[in-house]
Antibody, heavy 118, light 107 residues
Protein backbone atom coordinates (compact mmCIF):
# COMPACT_ATOMS: atom_id res chain seq x y z
CA UNK A 1 0.00 0.00 0.00
CA UNK A 2 1.32 3.41 -0.96
CA UNK A 3 1.66 5.84 1.94
CA UNK A 4 3.14 9.31 2.31
CA UNK A 5 3.62 10.77 5.79
CA UNK A 6 4.74 14.38 6.20
CA UNK A 7 6.34 15.85 9.30
CA UNK A 8 8.29 18.89 10.39
CA UNK A 9 5.67 21.60 10.29
CA UNK A 10 5.13 24.11 13.06
CA UNK A 11 5.22 27.75 14.09
CA UNK A 12 8.23 29.70 12.86
CA UNK A 13 9.12 33.37 12.90
CA UNK A 14 9.48 35.36 9.67
CA UNK A 15 12.97 34.93 8.25
CA UNK A 16 13.38 31.54 9.89
CA UNK A 17 14.03 28.13 8.41
CA UNK A 18 12.23 24.80 8.55
CA UNK A 19 12.73 21.39 6.97
CA UNK A 20 9.77 19.24 6.04
CA UNK A 21 10.05 15.50 5.59
CA UNK A 22 7.86 13.06 3.70
CA UNK A 23 8.41 9.38 4.45
CA UNK A 24 7.20 7.12 1.67
CA UNK A 25 6.26 3.45 1.75
CA UNK A 26 4.91 1.06 -0.86
CA UNK A 27 7.02 2.50 -3.66
CA UNK A 28 10.50 3.91 -4.33
CA UNK A 29 10.83 7.69 -4.12
CA UNK A 30 13.90 7.83 -6.33
CA UNK A 31 12.10 6.06 -9.19
CA UNK A 32 9.28 8.59 -9.29
CA UNK A 33 8.68 12.29 -9.76
CA UNK A 34 7.86 13.75 -6.35
CA UNK A 35 6.34 17.13 -5.56
CA UNK A 36 5.39 19.48 -2.77
CA UNK A 37 2.04 21.24 -3.05
CA UNK A 38 0.79 23.77 -0.51
CA UNK A 39 -2.56 25.23 0.46
CA UNK A 40 -2.87 28.48 2.36
CA UNK A 41 -5.77 28.67 4.84
CA UNK A 42 -9.03 28.92 2.91
CA UNK A 43 -7.23 29.04 -0.44
CA UNK A 44 -6.59 26.72 -3.37
CA UNK A 45 -3.78 24.35 -4.21
CA UNK A 46 -0.41 25.78 -5.19
CA UNK A 47 2.33 23.61 -6.65
CA UNK A 48 5.66 24.40 -4.97
CA UNK A 49 8.41 22.15 -6.26
CA UNK A 50 9.22 18.88 -8.04
CA UNK A 51 12.20 16.54 -8.12
CA UNK A 52 12.41 14.25 -11.10
CA UNK A 53 13.62 10.66 -10.91
CA UNK A 54 16.84 11.79 -12.61
CA UNK A 55 17.41 14.38 -9.92
CA UNK A 56 16.43 17.58 -11.73
CA UNK A 57 14.54 20.06 -9.58
CA UNK A 58 12.07 22.85 -10.37
CA UNK A 59 10.36 25.49 -8.26
CA UNK A 60 7.45 27.86 -8.36
CA UNK A 61 8.56 31.46 -8.82
CA UNK A 62 7.16 32.29 -5.38
CA UNK A 63 9.72 30.06 -3.62
CA UNK A 64 12.64 30.00 -6.04
CA UNK A 65 15.92 30.75 -4.28
CA UNK A 66 14.42 30.15 -0.82
CA UNK A 67 13.22 26.52 -0.89
CA UNK A 68 15.19 23.39 -1.79
CA UNK A 69 13.69 20.00 -2.58
CA UNK A 70 15.77 16.88 -2.05
CA UNK A 71 15.49 13.19 -1.26
CA UNK A 72 17.34 10.53 0.70
CA UNK A 73 17.19 7.31 -1.26
CA UNK A 74 18.40 5.19 1.66
CA UNK A 75 15.49 6.46 3.78
CA UNK A 76 12.98 6.61 0.92
CA UNK A 77 12.18 10.12 2.10
CA UNK A 78 11.49 13.46 0.39
CA UNK A 79 12.46 16.78 1.95
CA UNK A 80 11.71 20.46 1.57
CA UNK A 81 14.17 22.87 3.09
CA UNK A 82 12.48 26.24 3.55
CA UNK A 83 14.59 29.31 4.26
CA UNK A 84 13.80 33.01 4.60
CA UNK A 85 10.21 32.17 5.44
CA UNK A 86 7.51 34.79 4.97
CA UNK A 87 3.99 35.16 6.31
CA UNK A 88 2.65 34.24 2.89
CA UNK A 89 4.34 30.84 3.13
CA UNK A 90 1.82 29.89 5.84
CA UNK A 91 0.02 26.84 4.51
CA UNK A 92 -0.57 23.13 4.77
CA UNK A 93 2.23 21.47 2.83
CA UNK A 94 1.45 18.21 1.05
CA UNK A 95 3.91 15.85 -0.54
CA UNK A 96 2.56 14.07 -3.57
CA UNK A 97 3.76 11.45 -6.00
CA UNK A 98 3.85 13.00 -9.41
CA UNK A 99 3.48 14.41 -11.91
CA UNK A 100 3.34 10.89 -13.29
CA UNK A 101 2.91 9.54 -16.79
CA UNK A 102 -0.10 11.69 -17.59
CA UNK A 103 1.01 14.52 -15.37
CA UNK A 104 -1.08 13.48 -12.39
CA UNK A 105 -0.45 13.55 -8.66
CA UNK A 106 -1.81 10.13 -7.79
CA UNK A 107 -0.96 9.82 -4.09
CA UNK A 108 -0.89 12.54 -1.45
CA UNK A 109 0.18 12.70 2.16
CA UNK A 110 -2.07 14.06 4.89
CA UNK A 111 -0.22 17.37 5.00
CA UNK A 112 1.75 19.30 7.61
CA UNK A 113 0.91 22.84 8.71
CA UNK A 114 3.53 25.57 8.56
CA UNK A 115 2.68 28.84 10.27
CA UNK A 116 4.98 31.81 9.77
CA UNK A 117 4.24 34.44 12.37
CA UNK A 118 5.94 36.55 14.99
CA UNK B 1 2.21 31.10 -17.41
CA UNK B 2 -0.79 28.96 -18.26
CA UNK B 3 -3.99 29.98 -16.43
CA UNK B 4 -6.84 27.63 -15.53
CA UNK B 5 -10.17 29.27 -14.71
CA UNK B 6 -12.88 27.58 -12.62
CA UNK B 7 -16.17 28.96 -11.28
CA UNK B 8 -15.88 29.55 -7.54
CA UNK B 9 -19.03 27.63 -6.76
CA UNK B 10 -21.59 25.25 -8.22
CA UNK B 11 -24.81 24.16 -6.52
CA UNK B 12 -26.90 21.12 -7.36
CA UNK B 13 -29.78 19.19 -5.86
CA UNK B 14 -29.30 15.57 -4.82
CA UNK B 15 -29.85 13.15 -7.69
CA UNK B 16 -29.17 15.78 -10.33
CA UNK B 17 -26.11 16.32 -12.51
CA UNK B 18 -23.31 18.71 -11.60
CA UNK B 19 -20.97 20.14 -14.21
CA UNK B 20 -17.78 21.92 -13.20
CA UNK B 21 -15.82 23.68 -15.91
CA UNK B 22 -12.13 24.46 -16.27
CA UNK B 23 -11.18 27.02 -18.87
CA UNK B 24 -7.80 27.48 -20.48
CA UNK B 25 -6.31 28.58 -23.78
CA UNK B 26 -6.60 25.56 -26.12
CA UNK B 27 -6.93 23.28 -23.08
CA UNK B 28 -8.29 20.61 -25.41
CA UNK B 29 -4.71 19.99 -26.53
CA UNK B 30 -3.61 19.15 -22.98
CA UNK B 31 -4.30 16.33 -20.53
CA UNK B 32 -6.59 17.54 -17.75
CA UNK B 33 -6.89 15.96 -14.33
CA UNK B 34 -9.42 16.53 -11.56
CA UNK B 35 -9.10 16.28 -7.79
CA UNK B 36 -11.70 16.17 -5.05
CA UNK B 37 -10.86 17.68 -1.67
CA UNK B 38 -13.12 17.38 1.33
CA UNK B 39 -12.64 19.65 4.38
CA UNK B 40 -9.56 18.74 6.38
CA UNK B 41 -8.47 16.07 3.93
CA UNK B 42 -5.85 15.75 1.23
CA UNK B 43 -6.90 15.96 -2.42
CA UNK B 44 -7.94 12.75 -4.16
CA UNK B 45 -7.53 12.14 -7.89
CA UNK B 46 -10.96 11.46 -9.42
CA UNK B 47 -10.34 11.89 -13.17
CA UNK B 48 -7.09 11.71 -15.14
CA UNK B 49 -6.20 12.09 -18.80
CA UNK B 50 -9.41 14.07 -19.42
CA UNK B 51 -11.86 11.23 -18.79
CA UNK B 52 -10.29 8.18 -17.13
CA UNK B 53 -11.22 7.13 -13.61
CA UNK B 54 -8.76 5.71 -11.07
CA UNK B 55 -9.83 2.48 -9.45
CA UNK B 56 -12.35 3.04 -6.69
CA UNK B 57 -13.86 6.19 -8.20
CA UNK B 58 -17.57 5.75 -8.99
CA UNK B 59 -18.76 5.72 -12.59
CA UNK B 60 -20.87 8.75 -11.71
CA UNK B 61 -17.71 10.81 -12.20
CA UNK B 62 -16.79 11.56 -15.80
CA UNK B 63 -14.79 14.11 -17.72
CA UNK B 64 -14.47 15.70 -21.12
CA UNK B 65 -12.10 18.15 -22.73
CA UNK B 66 -12.38 20.12 -25.96
CA UNK B 67 -11.46 23.52 -27.29
CA UNK B 68 -10.96 25.94 -24.43
CA UNK B 69 -12.98 24.08 -21.79
CA UNK B 70 -12.64 20.88 -19.79
CA UNK B 71 -15.61 19.64 -17.80
CA UNK B 72 -16.02 17.39 -14.79
CA UNK B 73 -19.48 15.86 -14.69
CA UNK B 74 -20.94 14.22 -11.60
CA UNK B 75 -24.15 12.31 -12.24
CA UNK B 76 -26.76 11.43 -9.62
CA UNK B 77 -25.09 13.73 -7.12
CA UNK B 78 -24.98 12.56 -3.51
CA UNK B 79 -24.46 14.51 -0.30
CA UNK B 80 -21.03 12.89 0.01
CA UNK B 81 -19.91 14.55 -3.23
CA UNK B 82 -19.92 17.96 -1.54
CA UNK B 83 -16.30 19.10 -1.73
CA UNK B 84 -13.86 21.39 -3.49
CA UNK B 85 -12.81 20.29 -6.97
CA UNK B 86 -9.61 21.33 -8.72
CA UNK B 87 -8.54 20.89 -12.31
CA UNK B 88 -4.88 20.50 -13.18
CA UNK B 89 -2.64 20.21 -16.20
CA UNK B 90 1.07 19.60 -16.41
CA UNK B 91 2.85 21.79 -18.89
CA UNK B 92 6.53 22.50 -18.58
CA UNK B 93 5.77 26.12 -19.38
CA UNK B 94 3.02 26.47 -16.78
CA UNK B 95 3.32 27.70 -13.20
CA UNK B 96 1.06 26.99 -11.38
CA UNK B 97 -0.74 23.97 -12.83
CA UNK B 98 -3.92 24.02 -10.68
CA UNK B 99 -7.18 25.82 -11.27
CA UNK B 100 -8.52 28.01 -8.52
CA UNK B 101 -11.00 25.39 -7.35
CA UNK B 102 -14.79 25.05 -7.34
CA UNK B 103 -16.86 24.46 -4.24
CA UNK B 104 -19.64 22.00 -4.98
CA UNK B 105 -22.65 22.46 -2.73
CA UNK B 106 -25.33 19.79 -2.59
CA UNK B 107 -28.60 21.55 -1.79
Amino acid sequence: EVQLVESGGGLIQPGGSLRLSCAASGFTVSSNYMSWVRQAPGKGLEWVSVIYSGGSTYYADSVKGRFTISRDNSKNTLYLQMNSLRAEDTAVYYCARGPGGYGTFDYWGQGTLVTVSS
Amino acid sequence: SYVLTQPPSVSVAPGKTARITCGGNNIGSKSVHWYQQKPGQAPVLVIYYDSDRPSGIPERFSGSNSGNTATLTISRVEAGDEADYYCQVWDSSSDPPFGGGTKLTVL
